[in-house]
């Protein structure tokens, strides 16, 4: 990948952020716009997510408590927002949306964990782990069907379509992570179609969602589904650069991935210019390694520079990201969206 030389003053903006604040601030600076309909979001999801089965109530309770930081659905709502000016409150169908991508999400995290055999999620106890995985199986059944509920209540067709589509992708996308298990060939295409579908797919919806929600203007939801997209690529890139800093507390230690017999971008990279690198790869995709091996694979493919050119091409796919905003007609917004994606990319959880 090759950065251009002429980016975007947004771009440029993107870059000195870091000197001028920190996370927690950027975090805050970005929810401003969103910050009411977060309230009446959280009452609604809340409200949403209750039932009089111990179990089912049990587990929802657990997710409820250690809800993260709400990422997809401010994303929506931005893009809501960032088609005008109107100081308005965001209609409740708009809300109703978001409910339904958040709710999507968390189920697909249950059926991942129960996949990936899984006991913690972000330093909790996995669904899984706190029931077993038969009920677990019943609880992302459960806030699938909570999700399609709030889909309809959008009262859009094309946002039930796109819902609809995006549980496709996330299940082709855990299926193609399997046969990529499997495979002997590794390379960036099969790892970037990974991402595409179990990740940025998430994004680029309810970017695209919050824009038709809120105006008819096809040009302007093309590019929150682009923005979203690359915004989601970045977002992955950074959760999986973390696997290779031991120093990053982010509940999974270093290597946590290829102990699942996952090869992310680092590694791949580094296997093209090490054999003793893609030995250790293809060890790992058997689940012949040893934490040892899965150790030394880790420091071999930060000294082949596969940290640095991961971070390098999530920098690329955050200056077109950002060279997007300029379209965004509520700038206020934009800035935001910038805030968002920089915090994305930065992010240290």
Do not use: W
């Amino acid at each position: 990948m090759k950065k251009s030389d002429n980016f975007h003053p947004f771009c440029v903006n993107l870059q000195l952020i870091t000197f001028t604040i920190t996370l927690v601030e950027i975090l805050e600076e970005l929810r401003k716009p969103v910050e009411a309909d977060l309230e009446r979001f959280n009452v609604m999801l809340q409200e949403s997510l209750h039932s009089s089965n111990k179990i089912l109530n049990l587990a929802l309770e657990h997710l409820v408590k250690r809800r993260g930081k709400q990422m997809r659905p401010i994303l929506l709502m931005l893009a809501a927002r960032g088609a005008n000016n109107s100081p308005e409150v965001l209609d409740d169908k708009i809300l109703h949306a978001a409910i339904a991508m958040e709710l999507l999400h968390t189920a697909s995290l249950v059926h991942d964990d129960i996949v990936d055999e899984s006991d913690r999620r972000r330093g909790h106890k996995s669904i899984n782990s706190l029931l077993d995985n038969k009920a677990a199986v019943l609880v992302g059944d459960f806030l699938l069907s909570k999700s399609i509920e709030h889909a309809v209540a959008s009262g859009n067709f094309r946002v039930v379509e796109l819902i609809s589509n995006v549980g496709i992708m996330l299940s082709d996308g855990e299926l193609l992570q399997l046969s990529n298990v499997e495979s002997d060939i590794i390379d960036e295409s099969s790892y970037y179609e990974v991402i595409r579908k179990k990740t940025a797919s998430l994004f680029s919806a309810c970017a695209e969602i919050g824009a038709l929600l809120s105006t008819d203007n096809e040009g302007y939801i093309f590019t929150m589904k682009r923005f979203g997209m690359l915004l989601g690529i970045c977002f992955q890139l950074r959760d999986d650069i973390f696997d290779y800093d031991p120093s990053h507390d982010v509940g999974k230690p270093s290597g946590n991935d290829m102990k699942e017999g996952k090869l992310t971008l680092p590694v791949i990279f580094a296997s093209q210019k090490n054999e003793l690198v893609r030995d250790l790869a293809m060890k790992v995709r058997r689940f012949e390694a040893s934490a040892e091996e899965i150790e030394h694979l880790v420091q071999l493919a930060r000294h082949e520079g596969g940290v640095v050119y991961a971070e390098a091409a999530m920098t690329d796919f955050s200056h077109m990201a950002s060279g997007l905003l300029e379209d965004v007609p509520n700038k206020g917004v934009a800035k935001s969206m910038l805030n968002y994606l920089y915090y994305s990319s930065k992010r240290d959880i």
